[in-house]
């Protein structure tokens, strides 16, 4: 009959780097993703502005941390922006789902929860879009 062979402490860390390198390619593919996404939508001659928001913006997220992605636009927009601005803006990677919340747009803006997939994994990403003036 066969023992169990007790595990060393170096041989038990190594059991969780897998887990380590998987959260490093999810942080690269999302630092990757947000320079796609600030490339696509800065595409459009409507975008007066784009910037991150929430830990990503102001230097404390972690490799859990969702994307909160805020872009300004002007009167030339189209109207569907607001609808599907993944779309719109050519945004990229493979979306899992899209969540519409109406009441976390600005007044004259609006809002959709994005899930898309990067390095394997879900990634939430808060989508804002602000008119660059404000309603009348």
């Given amino acids: 009959m066969a023992t169990a062979r007790r595990q060393r402490p ?10 380590e390198r ?3 390619a999810l942080t690269e593919a999302r630092r990757h993703w947000i320079n796609k996404a600030s490339e696509a939508v800065q595409r459009h001659e409507f975008v007066d502005a784009v910037w991150l928001v929430g830990s990503l913006g102001s230097g404390t ?15 030339t927009r189209p109207a569907e922006v607001f609808a ?29 929860a994005v899930c898309v997939q990067l390095a394997g994994l879900p990634v939430l990403i808060d989508l804002y ?6 309603p009348r």
């Fill in 22 to 24: 998987r959260l490093e």
């Fill in 84 to 112: 599907d601005p993944v779309a719109c803006f050519g945004l990229p990677g493979r979306v899992l789902y899209t969540r519409p919340k109406p009441r976390n747009a600005p007044a004259g803006g609006g809002y959709l």
């Fill in 61 to 75: 997220a972690d490799a859990y941390s969702d994307v909160d992605l805020v872009v300004a636009v002007d009167e």
């Fill in 10 to 19: 170096h041989e038990l860390v190594a059991q969780f780097d897998p887990v």
């Fill in 129 to 134: 879009v602000w008119p660059s003036e404000p």
